[in-house]
T-cell receptor, first 110, second 111 residues
Framework: QKEVEQNSGPLSVPEGAIASLNCTYSDRGSQSFFWYRQYSGKSPELIMS????GDKEDGRFTAQLNKASQYVSLLIRDSQPSDSATYLC??????????FGKGTHLIIQP | DGGITQSPKYLFRKEGQNVTLSCEQNLNHDAMYWYRQDPGQGLRLIYYSQIVNDFQKGDIAEGYSVSREKKESFPLTVTSAQKNPTAFYLCASADSGNTIYFGEGSWLTVV
């Protein structure tokens, strides 16, 4: 059984600070890693994807992957109130799509 | 615009009734998926299809059925055998890099 673990939160971060979201996964054969943002009552939207060890930056977002430790993280710099949402970590590598964590609820305090 | 269209957005089901959720995509993706999300819970895979006329059960397929007669369409039927169907249903498709994109979702409530 593939598992993806996230701290459910809520994680409260002051506006302008760095928000750090973490995720661990159980399947060592996983090849692809994603972060989705989900606002309440809405469907998830893709934020970042990462496939190899190291960091990947896109604007205010940085995804970090460490396959040896089976660990993925997402950093959000200069956090804004609009970043308040649930962030889903997803891990994949097979034909059955992605396995999702339960999400971390992030609150950015103005 | 390219994307995934789910309908209806809100649906109410009476006890013992079958209902069908529609999912259409114009992204030319081969792979399509149905997920269920309960409040405060993660996404759970119901069914998936990698190619037309072929589909596989996911982790929670009992009480659900699907068809894949066209590449663009992957409807989900929630049968009366599904005893607790109230949830948010998400249809998705994946590109060749296995990146999954979601439709806007359908809310199903049992009345």
């Amino acid at each position: 059984q593939k598992e993806v673990e996230q701290n459910s939160g809520p994680l409260s971060v002051p506006e302008g600070a760095i928000a750090s979201l973490n995720c661990t996964y159980s399947d060592r054969g996983s090849q692809s890693f994603f972060w989705y943002r989900q606002y309440s009552g809405k469907s998830p939207e893709l934020i970042m994807s990462i496939y190899s060890n190291g960091d990947k930056e896109d604007g205010r977002f940085t995804a970090q992957l460490n396959k040896a430790s089976q660990y993925v993280s997402l950093l959000i710099r200069d956090s804004q109130p609009s970043d308040s949402a649930t962030y889903l970590c997803a891990v994949g590598g097979g034909a059955d799509g992605l396995t999702f964590g339960k999400g971390t609820h992030l609150i950015i305090q103005p | 615009d390219g994307g995934i269209t789910q309908s209806p957005k809100y649906l109410f089901r009476k006890e013992g009734q079958n209902v069908t959720l529609s999912c259409e995509q114009n992204l030319n993706h081969d792979a399509m998926y149905w997920y269920r999300q309960d409040p405060g819970q993660g996404l759970r895979l119901i069914y998936y299809s990698q190619i037309v006329n072929d589909f596989q059960k996911g982790d929670i397929a009992e009480g659900y059925s699907v068809s894949r007669e066209k590449k663009e369409s992957f409807p989900l039927t929630v049968t009366s055998a599904q005893k607790n169907p109230t949830a948010f249903y998400l249809c998705a498709s994946a590109d060749s890099g296995n990146t999954i994109y979601f439709g806007e979702g359908s809310w199903l409530t049992v009345v």
